[in-house]
């Protein structure tokens, strides 16, 4: 059951520009979102997260967005490094659940930022 | 932030023999672990919560007689793939947090491929 998706497996873009990753989730329980960015042959590293109270939160070049009604978030990296090139996963956990860091995750979306 | 320490970063072993997979947090107590499974272009899958001095608990589908964890200490959480076969060869990586904190921290992960 994927709780949590991101339809885009690869997203391109030219350094400088915007970067936009999509993220739907299916569970209304899920009260808080994160981003992660994973490098070849290495862990997730936390990026960003939202809590559902919120509609918007940012953090120098990343700003994740939350629309609770259409059950979406998005991640956008402005401006587009070439360092931002990596896999980025969305996950979402409900925190009235026993285990708080028991995450969904998406299937991850592979950004390329090309010089 | 806090840092979880996995061992091996990759492995290849025969049909029919058992690997075992280390995970460690370096400088915190970790009471709980998390263990996941990432197949090519998926989601990672969360298999298993491991819990210091008490038995796993373990997802739908997951074989607990297959996936053998330990969790003997606050700072070492263990994953053993017994018997493995070609279709266990997988991206094996564990997480924790720190309390309420929902904010996980990944090992470097595991792949593992069965030959």
């Known amino acids: 059951d994927q709780q949590v998706k991101q339809n885009s497996p690869s997203l391109s873009v030219q350094e400088g520009r915007i970067s936009i990753l999509n993220c739907d989730y299916t569970?209304?329980?899920?009260?808080?979102f994160l981003w992660y960015k994973k490098y070849p042959a290495e862990g997730p590293t936390f990026l960003i997260s939202?809590?559902?109270?919120?509609d918007k939160n940012e953090d120098g070049r990343f700003t994740v967005f939350l629309n609770k009604s259409a059950k979406h978030l998005s991640l956008h990296i402005v401006p587009s490094q070439p360092g931002d090139s990596a896999v980025y996963f969305c996950?979402?956990?409900?925190?009235?659940?026993?285990?708080?860091?028991?995450?969904?995750f998406g299937a991850g979306t592979r950004l390329t930022v090309k010089p | 932030g806090a840092v979880v320490s996995q061992h091996p970063s990759w492995v290849i072993c025969k049909s029919g023999t058992s690997v075992k997979i280390e995970c460690r947090s370096l400088?915190?107590?970790?009471?709980?672990m998390f263990w996941y499974r990432q197949f090519p272009k998926q989601s990672l899958m969360l298999m298993a919560t491991?819990?210091?001095?008490?038995?796993?608990?373990?997802e739908q589908g997951v074989e607990k007689d297959k996936f053998l964890i330990n969790h003997a200490s606050l700072t070492l959480s263990t994953l053993t793939v017994t018997s493995a076969h070609p279709e266990d060869s997988s991206f094996y990586i564990c997480?924790?947090?720190?309390?309420?904190?929902?904010?996980?921290?990944f090992g470097q992960g595991t792949r593992l491929t069965v030959v």
């Open positions: 491991s819990n210091e001095g008490s038995k796993a608990t373990y």
């Open positions: 996950a979402a956990s409900a925190r009235g659940l026993q285990n708080n860091n028991d995450m969904r």
């Open positions: 997480s924790t947090g720190q309390g309420l904190n929902t904010e996980a921290f």
């Open positions: 939202i809590s559902s109270i919120k």
């Open positions: 569970n209304s329980m899920f009260d808080y």
């Open positions: 400088d915190f107590q970790a009471t709980t």
